[in-house]
């Protein structure tokens, strides 16, 4: 039998970015050998990476986003030398993403040229943004064997991210928050952690709730504690349910499950209710669809492209934010599929 082999990725920092990486690890199973996937990653991320068959384990990174940590990341490389892995794979670009598999004496070391990663990482891909325009695309091309700086520069197949879901706790969900599923529900995921450049205007969600609700429609808005404000704002005046900061991020995988539609900006719950694959009304502000697409064919895009955009700033430098305010409530309402169905 042939032996498997142990692969160490060093996964993003973002919501959307892990549900993203589920490509590669798609990619890497792909292999014509046995493969198995371990993932260093925030401990915030093991509800995600629970629900990808693909992963065997979750190494959780000691040091907080943005520091250094040293001595840290040096201990737990130490630790991981026993579990001999034949490649690890570093999805950010960081200097100190690559030090936990250096330490960990990672036998091949494979990521994109960036600050100064020379030694640290002995398998150096470049980075071509004219031809890996997508963040996906670049996870998923460090798990080619090929690298692009080897061979001919291509775009790689994507495999569609797609989340496990457990029923069970779904059911538990629906009683202990009093839903139910009597009449089609739309999710509203009003929230973006990168900043105000990338929400829709809660009074839209607001205006779009009643439309809803008056085509006997139920809404449930998701997000976490930080979204709470916003859900209260939508939810005055109608039937809106705010679940904002009551579910943990997996229960938020399962309850999207049960929805018909999402309506979303830009934001790590969009990939999430893409990876269960329900429809969804993407709306993007200061990103673009060509750089963060929601992977999934059930997705409908709502972008101006204005000639201020993308500027992918937090807010917006002109003061206005026309790229979501001129996005209007009827153009989202008319793109719903499901109504009353």
Known sequence: MTKAQQILVAGPAWVGDMVMAQSLFMTLKQRPFPVEIDVL?????????????????????????????????????????????????????????ALVPFFAKAKQRTGYRGEMRYGVINDIHSLDKNILKQTVQRYVALGLELGLDKGA??????????????????????????????????????????????????????????????????????????????????????????LCGKTRLEDSIDLLSACKSAITNDSGLMHIAAAVDIPIIAIYGSSTPDYTPPLTNKAKIQYLGLECSPCFKRECPLGHTNCLKNITVDSVFKNIDVISK
């Not at 190494?59 to 001999?84: C, D, M, T, W």
């Not at 009003?190 to 929400?199: D, H, I, M, S, T």
Request: net charge neutral.
């Open 41 to 97: 990653a925030p401990a915030w991320s093991n509800p995600i990476l629970a629900r990808m068959p693909e992963v065997r384990e979750t190494i959780n990174l000691p040091v907080s986003h943005g520091e250094f940590g040293l001595l840290r990341r040096y201990q737990l490389g130490k630790s991981l030398r026993a579990k001999h892995y034949d490649q690890a794979i570093i999805t950010p670009r960081s200097y100190k993403a």
């Open 153 to 242: 520069a291509q775009v790689p197949t994507i495999p569609f991210s797609k989340l496990t879901i457990d029923d069970e706790n779904l059911q538990r969900l629906l009683t202990e928050l009093n839903l139910n599923l009597d009449k089609p529900v739309i999710a509203f995921l009003p929230g973006a952690e990168y900043g105000e450049a990338k929400r829709w205007p809660i009074e839209h969600y607001a205006e779009l709730a009643n439309k809803l609700n008056d085509q006997g429609v139920q809404v449930w808005i998701l997000g976490s504690e930080k979204d709470n404000a916003a859900a209260v704002t939508i939810s005055q005046g109608n039937k809106a349910v705010n």
